[in-house]
Every structure is written in structure tokens, then in C-alpha cells.
């Protein structure tokens, strides 16, 4: 079992920064990505990063203003936002993919999941 907590969430306003930060517990070569999920929306994919680093995903809505980073030392992940806009208000979701060899972009390839941290970002 792995344990996966999220921080960092907050309210900003809009063209403001945030960094959220995420730790799994125990040790291995997981691949780490952020999820959100608006009022009202289905959970979509933010960004994601392979267990060396080697890879990143990013969502087209947020490429070029969101940075995924890891410390593999401390099992952490971390979320870089800048240029906030009000769409970007979302309980954000951590997840872990340990078993799962799956499309790093999809939900459901995910094996151990945050319980979120919220950013509200307004106008």
C-alpha cells in the first residue's frame, strides 16, 4: 500500500504562482502525475512525470505555465503553476502508477491516489 499526500493548495489570484507538493510513501520506480477535477467536471489530466525524470506529460491547457519536477530522494513530486487563471480552480489530485504500465494520461492507469488539495484561483 502507498500512501500519497498532497500540499500546497490555496486561494490566488489570477496571473499569480502556486507550487503544490506530493509525497508517496515506500520506495520504487513509480511514475507520478497531477490530476484535477472543477466543480461540476470530470477529472482530467495535468502533467506527469516518469519514475528517472526522463518523461513529461503535460495537458495542452496548462504546457508552458505548469512544470512537473521530482525528488526521488524523498519521493516527491511537485506541481509548479504560474500564470493562474480562474480555470484553473480544481481540487488537484496526486497519483501514483506502481503496477499499472498504462498511458501515464489516463485515470484509470493510476494505482494510489491523494485525497486532494484544493486551489481556487480568482479573478
Known amino acids: 500500500q502507498v500512501q500519497v499526500v498532497e500540499s500546497g493548495g490555496g486561494l490566488v489570484q489570477a496571473g499569480g504562482s502556486l507550487e503544490l507538493s506530493c509525497v508517496a510513501s515506500g520506495y520504487g520506480r513509480y511514475t507520478m502525475t497531477w490530476f484535477r477535477q472543477a466543480p461540476g467536471k470530470e477529472r482530467e489530466f495535468v502533467a506527469g512525470?516518469?519514475?528517472?525524470?526522463?518523461?513529461?506529460n503535460y495537458a495542452g491547457s496548462v504546457k508552458g505555465r505548469f512544470t512537473i519536477s521530482r525528488d526521488n530522494g524523498e519521493n516527491a513530486v511537485y506541481l509548479q503553476m504560474n500564470s493562474l487563471e480562474p480555470e484553473d480552480t480544481a481540487v488537484y489530485y496526486c497519483a501514483v502508477q506502481v503496477y499499472n504500465g498504462g498511458d501515464m494520461s489516463k485515470s484509470t492507469s493510476m494505482d494510489y491516489w491523494g485525497k486532494g488539495t484544493l486551489v481556487t484561483v480568482s479573478s
Open positions: 512525470i516518469s519514475w528517472n525524470g526522463g518523461t513529461e
